[in-house]
């Protein structure tokens, strides 16, 4: 739709009208727009605030017709979105009527007019817009700052209240009423502090404290009471209750310079419960401290003790602390280690006096205490008493000696019984060899003397000789061979004494011993080691835990009368690094005593005659004598399997 413009200020019109000059220059002065409209809605009077509230170059309004300067500023947008020409009729007709005679007018750049509307005798009105967009941005930014205000108070975890200075109740917020157990209606009658009182005591909510006077069942006495204490505090106060209704309610009184006051309450009952818990949680981590067989004290960062358990306290004594000596200072240098690093001291044995000046063994660690910036404020040092232990393992180890050595010598028993077996068969083929050729001799010489000796006989005799001559060294070179092996190898065993040796040729002498042992199972050994792998160690050691291995295996792995299979196989990778695989075919070790079998003393038939050593003196030899290493390999087959890696040269 176009927009008609309003006549300029030199188009013919109504002539305007004169008036007293004073009224014309109080009319400019005025902050106010001010319009007279006739009942013609001709404009008599208008100022030139009213120009600049409308930002209308001045001159386009007096003597102009009212309803052509509403259409012109609805065309220009002045009352919103819409049909200009409506828009202008509803405008017409409220300034008609004075309806309504107060309003708010909006511009589009933001500014609020006020504007007043008042109808004249002779059927015009009058209009006055007042530029009130400060204070109304003033009264928007108070209204939402005391919306604000409402909406925190509702918001606070506390209750609060505020009375005026006759202990009168005049403001709240809902929190305050659930903890006063007091209804809206009656807080909006502006009830008295007693009255509230009274009514706590007397529905249960409050009672006197602890100390109080047994006043009975006087309410009025009850309330005189908790009124004259805490009624008119002189200086802020703070005091916790307990209600009725189970909860702990901690009650802060401010009071006001015009008498009045301001009270807080807080429900404080999950505090009351954590300081609650966390004193009987302290008094319990105290109870088990003390019941702790360690020794337990908490320095601070300067080494000033402040805590100890009463292990420690009864150890040392009445000079509740460590004699001096070497002990003492090295602990002093682990605080100050602990302080500086912020990193605790992993468990390590020590040897410190008691307070009796006995020495004892300490498994000792210790611990730091930080505060939220890492920084350590505190040093926490836990000792275990090992002497016991320290004693027990060192008779173990005497002991474990002992079974040893026991072992060493049932092992060379078992190879002196079974090389004296193995080598009475070729001596006793050797006997009756000379034997048969002793008679032969005999037969041949009788003959000889009678003169009746034939060619024949003689013929006979040499291939008897020659037959029993080579059964006889035959043998007696296997007798040799197995007596040099065995002294080899009990050699070894007995003395323990370094040397280098050929593994496969060694391996194969050890098998020789074990074969009384084998002949009588159906278990056979293969081997798989090249020949020239030569060992720089100790072949005894060796020697006895290959035979721990087999050992093992028939005792454990198969049942009387099974057949099987042991593969021994041997490589040196890396250079310099012997890897030997053992690996049976038997029953297989189960997955729960799998992390045991090197314990000393563990075995799964202990009744059958087994000492639970054997395993375990493989490992010893393998990691001390051998310096090298021995596991039980994952494997998925059938059977068990060992790792065994130990250098080709114990110094390389």
Known sequence: MPTNPLPPADAPGPEPLSGDDLAVLALEQMDQGVMLVDADLTVRVINSRLYEMFDVPQGYMPGANYARIIQFLARRGEYGPGDPDAIADRHLDRARRADPPLYEHRRPDGRVLEVRTRLTSAGGFVRTYSDVTERRRAEDELALQRHMLRLTLENMGQGIVLLDRD?????????????????????????????????????????????????????????????????????????????????????????????GQVRTFTDITDRVIADEALRQSREILTGVIDAIPALIDVKDRDGTVRLTNRFYRDTYGPAAAPPPGPATDRAVAFDRLVVDSGQGVPFHEDRAPDGDGAMRDWL??????????????????????????????????????????????????????????????????????????????????????????????????????????????????????????????ASDQASGERRPFDLAAYVDEVLLSLRPRLRGTGVTVELDI?????????????????S???????VHAYDEGETGRILLSAREEPAGWIEMHYADDGKGIPADIRSRIFDPFFTTKRGL??????????????????????????????????????????DA
């Not at 307990?242 to 009184?253: L, N």
């Not at 006979?460 to 059964?471: K, P, Y």
């Not at 721990?548 to 028939?554: F, H, P, R, V």
Request: aromatic share 6%; proline share 5%.
């Open 609 to 650: 005659g087994a000492s639970g050593l054997g395993l375990s003196i493989c490992a010893n030899i393998m990691t001390g004598t051998m310096r090298g290493s021995i596991a039980l390999e994952d494997g998925r087959e059938k059977g068990a399997r060992f790792l065994l890696r130990f250098p080709v040269r114990l």
């Open 167 to 259: 202990l009168r109740y005049i403001a709240w917020n809902s929190n305050s009423l659930d903890i006063l157990g007091v209804p809206e209606e009656v807080m909006r009658g502006n009830p008295a502090l007693s009255d509230v009182v009274r009514h706590q005591i007397a529905s249960g909510l409050v009672d006197l404290p602890a100390g109080a006077p047994d006043l009975g069942d006087d309410l009025d006495a009850k309330t005189r009471y908790l009124m004259d204490r805490i009624g008119r505090p002189e200086r802020e106060f703070v005091y916790a209750r307990p209600q009725g209704d189970g909860r702990f309610i901690e009650v802060r009184v401010v009071p006001l310079p015009d008498g």
């Open 548 to 554: 721990n291995l087999i050992i093992n295996a028939l």
């Open 530 to 546: 090249p020949a020239g792998l030569i060992v720089d160690g100790y072949p005894g050691s060796f020697a006895q835990v290959l």
């Open 364 to 489: 000792t660690t210790k611990m730091p205490l930080t505060d939220e910036g890492g920084e350590v404020t505190h040093i926490v040092t836990v000792a275990l008493d090992i002497t016991a232990r320290k004693r027990a393992e060192a008779e173990l180890r005497d002991a474990q000696a002992s079974l040893i050595q026991a072992e060493k010598l049932a092992s060379l028993a078992q190879l002196v019984a079974g090389v004296a077996h193995e080598v009475n068969t070729p001596i006793g083929v050797t006997l009756t060899a000379i034997s048969h050729l002793g008679e032969e001799v005999g037969r041949i010489r009788t003959l000889f003397e009678e003169n009746r000796i034939r060619r024949s006989d003689f013929q006979e005799f040499l291939n008897v000789a020659w037959e029993s001559t080579r059964m006889i060294l035959s043998n007696i070179e296997r007798a040799t061979g197995l007596i040099q092996s065995f002294k080899q190898v």
